[in-house]
């Protein structure tokens, strides 16, 4: 008897799946109370919007491990600049794929929605003709027409508009060496959020990428 296929090992045909809107920023906390950073990390993690995930730099070099693009030898103990951005392409792709399929279904859904609003809206304004002479059935009596206002319908163009997923890289890239491979992997980054501390506040600077 064959074993289960790992979820991680499906093969899946991307031309199949809408294209999704990404947004990619980088957090780098320049903090000497541990304390203050771990509470801000924890604060971050309990972020209330689903479409937000956290990405640390331990998550991109173990993904750099586990997909072989990285393989540690007796002349080379730590990823490359190059090998931690081929990483985060495959991260970013490895967190797009179930966004992509959730997003397909709703498509999917809204369709669906859309037709049988469509038929309600003919209904109300072509009602099927009544005989006069024929019995009515009580049932039909406690039929209702659904409100055709009820039904919600999700746009084009908020489909292809509204952030569909947004990638938070704590801590990585640290470096322009960093930041420089990134780019040459056609990899975006659309924001730097430096946060920093003071004595009786945080600093923070957001440095636009595109």
């Known amino acids: 008897m064959k074993g289960k296929k ?15 809107n990404v947004v990619t920023n980088s957090i780098i906390l320049n903090f000497k109370n541990q304390e203050r950073r771990s509470k801000l990390l924890e604060t971050m993690y ?8 956290i990405i640390f730099r331990e998550n991109i070099i173990d993904f750099a491990k586990e997909k072989a693009i990285f393989v540690e030898t007796p002349t080379k103990k730590e990823p490359t600049e190059d090998d931690l951005a081929k990483a985060v392409v495959g991260l970013v792709l490895e967190k797009s794929i179930p966004v992509m399929k959730e997003k397909k ?10 037709k049988l609003k469509e038929e309600l809206i003919n209904l109300i304004n072509n009602p099927p003709v009544v005989d006069p002479k024929k019995p009515v059935n009580p049932k039909d009596k406690k039929k209702e027409i659904q409100n055709p206002d009820d039904i919600k319908i999700t746009s084009e163009e908020e489909f292809a508009n509204n ?8 801590n990585y890239p640290l470096t322009t060496t960093e930041y420089r491979a990134m780019e040459n992997e056609k ?19 957001v440095l636009n990428c595109v």
């Open 163 to 170: 952030a569909d997923l947004m990638l938070l890289f704590y």
């Open 187 to 205: 990899q975006v980054l659309n924001e730097v959020l430096l946060i920093s501390e003071s004595v009786s506040k945080l600093n923070l600077i």
């Open 46 to 53: 309990k972020a209330t919007n689903p479409i937000i995930k």
């Open 6 to 20: 790992d979820k991680k090992d499906e093969i899946v045909d991307i031309s199949t799946l809408p294209k999704i």
């Open 105 to 114: 279904l709703a498509m999917e859904k809204n369709e669906e929605q859309k």
